[in-house]
Nanobody
Framework: QVQLVESGGGLVQAGGSLRLNCAAS????????MGWFRQFPGKEREFVAT????????EYADSVKGRFTISRENTKKTAYLQMNSLKPEDTAVYYCAATRLIYTTPDSKNYDYWGRGTQVTVSS
């Protein structure tokens, strides 16, 4: 069983940056690919970014490509989402997730463990 805890969310002005952290415990972190998803009020959770087990392959949603960067440090059991050039439309609850698949996958149904989420609010 893997537990995931997100941190680093908050309020930022448009054009600013935030780094989200996802700390894992209770499992073999390096055995999982990781993903970040977000959810807007009243909407389904949507894919943001994913990284494979070793960190040398990534995939992004078109809406964040070139602005967000996913990374991981297996020795620290932590995944990150660096978010730059933030826009008001990035405002959402952000979730990290882990999948027993070791390769990247944007499909939320493939993820086995989820954090509780962290709020990101971008003001205009």
């Amino acid at each position: 069983q893997v537990q995931l805890v997100e941190s680093g969310g908050g309020l930022v002005q448009a054009g600013g940056s935030l780094r989200l952290n996802c700390a894992a415990s209770g499992g073999s972190f390096s055995a999982y690919a990781m993903g970040w998803f977000r959810q807007f009020p009243g909407k389904e959770r949507e894919f943001v970014a994913t990284i494979n087990w070793i960190g040398d392959d990534t995939e992004y949603a078109d809406s964040v490509k070139g602005r967000f960067t996913i990374s991981r440090e297996n020795t620290k059991k932590t995944a990150y989402l660096q978010m730059n050039s933030l826009k008001p439309e990035d405002t959402a609850v952000y979730y990290c997730a882990a999948t027993r698949l070791i390769y990247t996958t944007p499909d939320s149904k493939n993820y086995d463990y989820w954090g509780r989420g962290t709020q990101v609010t971008v003001s205009s």
